[in-house]
């Protein structure tokens, strides 16, 4: 195999692929990366990449080209695509993951992600290192919704592990805020990757507090989604743990997942789901007693993540975040 077709082997497995074969490895990681998986065909599964990524004019070649010369690399097409493979870029979805760029058209809600978000002390203020209080981190998502916490007493602080920040949660420390479109259990998303230390005890990534209570509670070693107070889907995973969550709201039942860092899947479980409204007052974290647990990137949408949009997110997430714990 040539030193161009054993780095796109590596790049397209390191992006997912469970294939030993160079053809049937690319098709994984294109579609993994967010091709229409309508066809077997490789050119058209790249040519669906590369219109996930905004190239859609030119010759194949000519929007890869732009592609990855988008990505700043430069030479001839197969020393850039040699060059994007080794580094491992070439099949990793652009970040920060705005709901534009995932195609999520009409999606309210937020994106908090510790990589490409601002973590500030106050709204304005000193960025927040390591030990520092949190008073404001940006919303990534393209949409106005601010991420916020004015009260002293009531910021979580920032914890940097492996250079990664994230926010940490304990007793009465949490951020807030006020979605412009309220979100309805019925088509809900949130994926979250969170830390739960070696402490007992219960955290609260989020909440939704407005019009009914609803919230992902992470207790010891049960994680559970709670519509109007009441436990739905709920799984057992050990602790101290670090995993991606998914959450599916949808109008028949709601499903609850975890994987750990790698992208595997570690539990799921699914229940019935009433008509309940979340609504648009949420928070990371809660004003009670919480153990120390910690949040790295979080999104609730109001927009129906199916698995073949989840795939794409929790491929960028473990390329970002498998280092982290």
Known sequence: MSSLNHALLLAAQAAGATATDLGTALRQALVISGATPSTTDLNALWASFLGTQGYTSGSLNDRLYAYLAGKGYSGSLNDMLLASATAGDLFIIEYPLSFSALGMTGAGGIVFDSI??????????????????????QNVSGTAATITQGTGANKPTNTVTNGIGAITLGNSLYLGGTLADAIGSTSFSAIAVVYSPDIAGS????????????????????WEFRLDNASFPAVTDPYPVARIVRIRGTGAATS?????LAGVLQQSNTGLQ????????????????????????????????????????????????????
Do not use: C, H
């Not at 609850?256 to 750990?260: D, I």
């Not at 997110?313 to 714990?325: D, H, Q, T």
């Open 203 to 222: 955290f609260y990534p989020f909440v939704f507090d407005g019009d009914s209570l609803d919230y992902l509670l992470v207790e010891n070693a049960s």
């Open 116 to 137: 490409e978000s601002a973590i500030l002390q106050s709204t304005g203020g000193a960025v927040a290192g390591n030990g520092d209080v949190i008073g404001d981190v």
């Open 256 to 260: 609850l997942a975890t994987y750990n």
């Open 274 to 325: 009433p008509g309940d409204l979340i609504g648009t007052s949420f928070k990371i974290g809660y004003p009670n007693t919480q153990k120390a647990g910690e949040v790295a990137f979080i999104m609730l949408t109001n927009y129906d993540i199916d698995d073949t949009l989840f795939t794409t997110i929790k491929s960028a997430l473990v390329s970002r975040f498998g280092g982290w714990r």
